[in-house]
């Protein structure tokens, strides 16, 4: 089968490899599509995603497909299924010299079924990151592929944001990524009074609005944090999702006393520059463990009454065989979200 392999030299590269053989307790899976994520994939190609460190390895965990096989135990997938992130190789396993950056850009991939497992005695998958998140994707065929895919980054902000009460708050979303812009719709969603989103490109700010912002503030032409205080002398949550380090000093002068600061875009390092003269009384700086499997079906049902414009956020996609052109084009900024279509 065909599939993306990121080399140890950090390039991309199409490469015929073996398909993976299901046990017992796997669904084979023809893939049909899978999303290229901006940060996670573009830090494995760079060689600087912090959990990864193992190369060459077979790229993608936003993927979608179709069950053609199950093994002997399974119980919770059949044939015909549509399914969540399909892996090329098992996380924690090796294939042909290929190791796992779990492979979602293959022809085919494995779903682990862990209830089953868990249900024959077997508790090794209980609580694995993959293995939570490959489930069926009820309503997958009425919403269509491109919105199947998207659902997986949808799901993982929507499940995210419900950790906050901002139903009658303010809020600010630092960053218009498929992740700050999906933040501002969830935020709209949930009754937050007020939401204003900061970034660099009209373009995108512009989106913001569409989706619901009240206010949209562009940090190359205006300070945000000088902004914000005049438009409500500071909020009550802010949102960071860009990851970008000096970015933390935006959020603790922009929150009002008592305020919450949530970390969504960790800085690629782990650390922020800070100075804590200007920062607020009480606040709360905050990271939420996004739980993307318990959001799935709210997020289909969101799609499914047109309460999210998919055609606005899954702005590109392309033929697996046109990768480089797919990475470069995302690496330019030049996208919101995308996908590789695979079958």
Aim: hydrophobic share 45%; charged share 20%; with cysteine.
């Amino acid at each position: 089968m065909k599939a993306l392999v990121v080399t140890p030299a950090h390039r991309l590269e199409l490469r015929d490899i073996s398909p993976p053989k299901p046990g017992p307790f796997h669904a084979l899976v023809k893939i049909l599509a899978c999303g290229i994520c901006s940060t996670t994939d573009s830090e494995l190609i760079r060689g600087t995603q912090p959990y990864h460190d193992k190369y060459p390895c077979l790229l993608g965990h936003e993927a979608i497909g179709e069950v053609v096989d199950i093994g002997a135990e399974v119980k919770n997938f059949k044939v015909g299924d549509w399914v969540t992130r399909p892996v090329g190789i098992l996380p924690g396993t090796s294939r042909d010299g290929l190791t796992s950056a779990w492979g979602g850009f293959a022809e085919y991939g494995l779903v682990t079924d862990g209830n089953a497992m868990a249900a024959a005695g077997d508790y090794t998958m209980n609580g694995d990151y993959t293995a939570l998140r490959q489930n069926v994707l009820e309503g997958g065929r009425s919403i269509g592929l491109e919105a199947s895919v998207l659902s997986i980054a949808l799901a993982e902000t929507f499940n995210w944001s419900q950790k906050m009460a901002m139903a009658g708050k303010s809020v600010c979303v630092n960053g218009t990524g498929i992740a700050g812009l999906s933040l501002a719709l969830w935020a709209k969603l949930a009754g937050a009074r007020q939401v204003i989103v900061l970034g660099r490109r009209a373009e995108r700010l512009a989106l913001a609005s569409e989706l619901g912002a009240d206010e949209v503030i562009n940090i190359r032409e205006q300070s945000a944090i000088d902004s914000i205080r005049v438009l409500n002398g500071g909020v009550d949550f802010f949102i960071e999702a860009t990851g970008v380090p000096d970015q933390m000093q935006t959020a603790i002068c922009s929150v009002r006393n008592g305020g919450t600061v949530a970390v969504y875009g960790v800085a690629p390092n782990g650390r922020y520059e800070m100075d804590w003269r200007w920062m607020p009384a009480d606040i709360r700086i905050t990271q939420f463990e996004p739980q993307e499997h318990e959001a799935r079906a709210e997020v289909v049902r969101l799609i499914s009454e047109g309460k999210v414009p998919v055609e606005k956020l899954m702005t590109h996609q392309w033929p697996l065989a046109r990768f480089l052109e797919a990475f470069d084009t995302v690496s330019a900024g030049k996208v919101v979200k995308s996908m590789l279509l695979i079958a």
